[in-house]
């Protein structure tokens, strides 16, 4: 380690190390902004209104593959409560596996009892989801297009409680909250559950609350499909299509609402390799639709800061580079505070360490509070959630990398599978998670780790202890859960 005493090797690592750890300040400086933005302003400012007749409505179900969960789908969506004559159902079926005949039953017992449902089958998967939507939105009578994944389960009244918000003309789409079926299942669901929650309860309800800008989530949202046509259809020239038509939408002048105390059951990803691949997609999609949408954020009429903060919003997953770089850089720093003392990490170190860190606990704060059970059970779940995070960097960065690149990579949709259906269940290779690529980096960091560990206990850091054990963690419980056939 001798090239650590060289002052200039010292210089040039403090000022990394420093710029590292002051850019994830900043964004939880603006955690902090998002969870006061979602305080402010009382209660929700979207209006009820009433139609003079109720509008007929098309509900959209992309499915590929889902046998586990598509005669739940049909059966909860044959359930809405809405006049017959008023709903259609579009079954966009893009399986090549058994789905096709499980659905073809249910759909033929929903006929029988008087129900509009289509099941319609196109010759090819071009454009995937993006171009199954695009399919049915041709084809929909539906003034407005409910939107559901094939692992939701919407409960009976959701057209009643969404549709009101859509009598004013000016309003393009309606997200509700996403409830979570399997919160339970395994410490991998919990910490999902976490996450969404606070997606929801403080981003969405704060962009929500204050005009800006935030997307449909790809299910559980109604459109006007006027809204959709005016905003140049569905595109796939990105993964996530759910955010890039979102924001076109924004840019032509429609605005959102969010309904926070309606929600839409589903399950959760329950294997690590379809939940990573899962996050790949939206992390890659995000940087697609950045480099898609962002001129045209810039060159339109927002304000300066609504430019800006729309800037962060659909770059903020640049946080996972930084976060796998710091893993890098992380040893040296260790023995720079074994070198300099305590004095310079209670100065320096502490106050970005606090805000970077703590703002995570302040953000949800109200998502564990709100969830079945109350927060303080489920407050040592927060930092393995950080873990996770962390451990997902290596996953992630490299969906940056290949968004920046402009490296073209197929959909994967996220298997959906049933919890309680034997192990052989996954069996066909679109029930698999798709390998991300990055697991022997995983590992190769949680011996890394391991080897810090070691080093902090022997000369006694104890200060930094639960710090590397939050990165032990993550790339440990990633890693290895990565190396898994079964879901767990």
């Known amino acids: ?16 190390y420093f710029v590292l750890w002051g850019l994830l300040a900043c964004l939880g400086a603006r955690r902090l902004w998002l969870v006061r933005l979602s305080r402010q302003g009382g209660e929700r400012p979207f209006p009820r209104g009433e139609f003079e007749r109720l509008p007929r409505v098309t509900v959209q179900l992309p499915v590929y593959n889902e046998r586990f969960v598509v005669r739940r789908l049909l059966q909860a969506v044959g359930e809405l409560d809405y006049p017959s004559d008023r709903l259609e159902i579009q079954l966009l079926d893009d399986s090549d596996d058994d789905t096709t005949d499980i659905a073809a039953g249910e759909v033929r017992r929903l006929r029988e009892r008087g129900v509009d449902i289509h099941h ?17 939105t041709k084809l929909a009578r539906g003034e407005f297009l409910l939107i559901l994944d094939a692992d939701f389960v919407p409960r009976p009244n959701l057209l009643r409680e969404t549709l009101p918000f859509l ?59 006027s809204c959709i046509e005016d905003a140049g259809g569905w595109h796939h020239d990105t993964l996530t299509e759910d955010l890039d038509l979102s924001w076109r939408a924004q840019l032509a002048g429609w605005r959102f609402v969010f309904l926070r105390d309606v929600t839409c059951p589903a399950d959760l ?24 949408l962002l001129p045209r954020v810039w060159n339109s009429r927002l304000s300066l800061a609504r430019k800006l903060e729309a800037s962060i919003h659909l770059t903020q ?17 260790v023995l720079i505070r074994y070198q300099t003392g305590l004095a310079f990490a209670l100065v320096v170190e502490l106050p970005l360490f606090l805000l970077a860190t703590g703002s995570v606990f302040v953000f949800y704060r109200l998502p564990l509070a709100r969830a079945p059970g109350g ?23 490299r969906a940056i990398v290949e968004g920046i690149i402009g490296r073209e990579t197929p959909f994967h949709r996220t298997p959906k599978l049933d919890p309680r259906a034997p192990a052989d269940g996954i069996a066909h290779e679109s ?21 810090i560990s070691v080093f902090v206990v022997r000369h006694a850091l104890f200060a930094s202890v639960p710090f590397v054990a939050v990165f032990l963690f993550g790339y440990l419980f990633v890693g290895l859960k990565s190396l898994r056939r079964q879901p767990s």
């Open 375 to 397: 927060w303080a059970g489920k407050l040592c779940d927060l930092p393995l959630m950080m873990g996770v995070g962390i451990g997902l960097s290596a996953n992630n960065s």
């Open 120 to 136: 319609l089958r196109r010759e090819t998967r071009e454009g995937y989801k993006a171009g199954a939507l695009a399919y049915g």
């Open 431 to 451: 029930y698999r998670g798709q390998p991300s690529g990055t697991v022997a980096i995983e590992l190769l960091f949680a011996i890394y780790f391991i080897a």
């Open 269 to 292: 990803p329950v294997d690590m390799k379809a939940f990573k691949g899962q996050q790949f997609r939206w992390v890659k999609g995000s940087v697609q639709v950045a480099k898609k």
């Open 317 to 333: 997953n640049f946080a996972y580079l930084l976060v796998l770089i710091l893993s890098v850089v992380l040893f040296p720093a």
């Open 167 to 225: 009598a004013d003309s000016g309003v393009g789409m309606v997200q509700v909250r996403w409830d979570h079926l399997n919160r339970n299942h395994s410490l991998l669901s919990r910490i999902q559950a976490i996450s969404l929650d606070g997606h929801f309860l403080v981003d969405h309800e704060a962009r929500a609350r204050n005009g800006l800008f935030f997307n449909f989530n790809g299910t559980a949202g109604i459109w006007r499909k």
């Open 1 to 16: 380690m001798e090239w650590l005493a060289s002052e200039s090797a010292h210089r040039a690592f403090v000022g990394v």
